[in-house]
């Protein structure tokens, strides 16, 4: 069992950045892929950014790409999305997630366990 918390949402206005943060408890977190979903009203849930077990290989939806960062320290068993030049239809709950012996990292399906979500909110 595997449990994560996010922090680091909040209200910001576009163009503005956040730093988005996930502490992982239980497991062994450096046998994990790691990703970043969000979802906002009305919407299913969809990919943002996913990491590999050593952070050297990333992942990102084409509408983040050269504005959001993920990245990972698994000596404090933490995940990372650094989100700059916000936009207001970034705005969503934002969701980290463990993903292990999947094929493939861009569904909800490919993943184990999530944290409870984030609130991001961009005021345009």
């Known amino acids: 069992q595997v449990q994560l918390v996010e922090s680091g949402g909040g209200l910001v206005q576009a163009g503005g950045s956040l730093r988005l943060s996930c502490a992982a408890a239980?497991?062994?977190?450096?046998?994990?892929?790691m990703g970043w979903f969000r979802q906002a009203p009305g919407k299913e849930r969809e990919f943002v950014a996913a990491?590999?077990?050593?952070?050297?290989?990333?992942f990102y939806a084409n509408s983040v790409k050269g504005r959001f960062a993920i990245s990972r320290d698994n000596a404090k068993n933490t995940v990372y999305l650094q989100m700059n030049s916000l936009k207001p239809e970034d705005a969503a709950v934002y969701y980290c997630?463990?993903?292990?012996?999947?094929?493939?990292?861009?569904?909800?399906?490919?993943?184990?366990?999530w944290g409870q979500g984030t609130q991001v909110t961009v005021s345009s």
């Open positions: 239980g497991g062994t977190f450096n046998t994990y892929t």
């Open positions: 997630a463990t993903s292990y012996g999947h094929r493939w990292l861009y569904t909800p399906s490919d993943y184990d366990y």
């Open positions: 990491i590999s077990r050593s952070g050297s290989d990333t």
